[in-house]
């Protein structure tokens, strides 16, 4: 690991505190200084109200704010404590409608669980190694989903569905290596 972590700063957004202090416990071993929790995006808002994160990482289902209304609030929010805060999705929740919902509210990366610490570690890394510019486009900020040049030509770039795209099944499970495709191809 030739990532220096030991001054980045993480919040771990998880209703589930066995989760939360498995993913510390990763998060220490690869040598992060300070590992915040929160058990829910309200809990995570009110938190970063006196200390924001580096990085934060984020649960998908919980209440009374998920993980997605979070993201929407981070990158939308006049109140937002920064807009620009890299976002990891950690999620038992693989399907295709919900990984592009993620990616278009403004995650920066997706992680399946159960997780692995070098899935972890490589998703971190992207975000650190690899930041995507932001972009802001009608209702969208956050990083361009854009990635392959040669996929966005035309129509598709100013917003326009492409005249030949495929219909995809909104409850097709995609595997970790294909959401990877996905957020960095």
Do not use: C, H
């Not at 030509?153 to 996905?182: C, F, H, L, W, Y």
């Amino acid at each position: 690991m030739g990532l220096k972590l030991d001054r980045v700063t993480f919040m771990i957004v998880d209703d589930n505190a066995p989760i939360r202090s498995m993913v510390r416990q990763v998060l220490r071993a690869m040598g992060v200084g300070l590992v915040r929790e929160a058990a829910d995006g309200s809990d995570a808002l009110i938190q970063m109200r006196t200390e924001i994160p580096d990085i934060l990482m984020t649960d998908w289902v919980m209440s009374p704010m998920d993980g997605i209304e979070l993201t929407r609030y981070i990158r939308r929010s006049k109140n937002s404590p920064n807009q620009f805060m890299p976002i990891i999705m950690m999620t038992g929740f693989g399907e295709r409608s919900r990984v592009f919902q993620a990616r278009d509210v403004g995650v920066n990366e997706f992680l399946v669980k159960p997780l692995s610490a070098s899935a972890l570690f490589t998703r971190i890394s992207a975000v650190i190694e690899r930041p995507r510019q932001f972009v802001r486009v009608g209702e969208f900020f956050g990083p361009d989903r854009r990635r392959r040049k040669e996929e966005y030509a035309g129509d598709e770039r100013r917003g326009k569905p492409p005249a030949a795209a495929p219909k995809q099944s909104g409850q097709t499970a995609m595997s970790q290596n294909e959401i990877n495709q996905v957020f960095n191809p």
